[in-house]
């Protein structure tokens, strides 16, 4: 059967992807990850197949992730990254190519938001749009963001942290930091390392952090998982048993830069919203979110109610798809943000 045209949102994480298809729904929710064969630059494998590789490839072939901090670190892979999410999510039988809604930090650069764009045209979109992470997580979330009152979301992925004030379907003050999930495994594989001796691989690290990391410790027993892994003395496997308390220490400063990016946001809020904001609370999103006492650390930081959206993980992908249906307010926000930009820059330009 042919399809006449699809409008596609995509959650063009740096963890994982999630492809949302108008009148479906997430049709599609896998990592970031590409196989490659080195000798003859051939795509092996894509997503579930390709993250089973990570680490565990023979020397031809490589296992990659073509996204870094929530931007492209590697555009040729990236782009047939996405084209293999879009044709997969459409079907090969499409009369017209699809209208493409991607999602980017609040704070990336113009480079690197054309790199996005290029890639998904490349990829075979018909028309590509962007919407900033904060406003699709929002939008996902089901939260009203068209009326003239204050919404705080914080939106942690799996390369950036989104930290937004929102009202009139617009960010009122934003804040992009690159600390996310990969930055937790990549503190725990150092952690690891530095004080048991054994290195362990990101699969590993992501394992540990879902099943005894606390970012609110307080004062419970802790939780403890075996972790096996390459003794560094002696180059032997080792098992060993780490809690939820040396996990705290490993993550500790990425939860504090998380902290202070919330409350610079709140610093930095209208009066007005913040009086908003203590009735509404701070909404968490993105796969990060879901840390164990995350929610309860903001909370207890900034002395308002913080809280999990219902689906985290899926928020930025279901607003980018109900981003398709609004482009007009979109593009009126697209063009007063690339206006005050100019402005900043001539400020600080003198």
Known sequence: MFHMNTDIGIDLGTANILVFV?????????????????TSGKVIAVGVEARRMLGRTPGNIVATRPLRDGVIADYDVTEKMLRYFITKATGKRLLFKPRVMVCIPSGVTGVEERAVRQAAVQAG????????????????????????????????????????????????????????????????????RREFSLAIGERTAEEIKIEVANAYPNG????????????????????????????????????????????????????????????????????????????????????????????????????????????????????RRLIRKAIRQKIYAG
């Not at 699709?136 to 950036?160: R, Y």
């Not at 009735?279 to 809280?307: P, Q, S, Y």
């Open 220 to 335: 419970n027993r802790p939780l403890s998982l075996r972790v096996r892994g390459r003794d560094l003395i002696n180059g032997l496997p080792k098992e060993i048993s780490v809690t939820s308390d040396h996990i705290y220490e490993a993550i500790k400063e990425n939860l504090i830069s998380v902290v202070d990016a919330v409350k610079e946001v709140l610093e930095q809020t209208p009066p007005e919203l913040s009086a908003d904001i203590v009735d509404k609370g701070i909404v968490l999103t993105g796969g990060g979110a879901m840390l164990r006492g995350l929610d309860t650390l903001i909370g207890n930081e900034t002395g308002l109610n913080a809280f999990l959206a219902e689906d985290p993980l899926s928020c930025v992908a279901v607003g980018t798809g109900r981003a398709l249906t609004m482009l007009n307010v979109l593009n009126a926000q697209h063009k």
């Open 22 to 38: 108008k009148g479906r729904g997430i049709v599609l929710k896998e990592p970031s990850v590409v196989a490659m064969d080195k």
């Open 125 to 192: 979109a018909r028309q590509v749009h962007v919407i900033e992470e904060p406003l699709a997580a929002a939008l996902g979330a089901g939260l009203d963001i068209s009326q003239p009152g204050g919404t705080m979301v914080v939106d942690i992925g799996g390369g950036t942290t989104d930290v937004a004030v929102l009202s009139l379907g617009g960010i009122v003050h934003s804040t992009s930091l690159r600390v996310g999930g990969d930055k937790f495994d990549e503190a725990i594989i150092k952690y690891v």
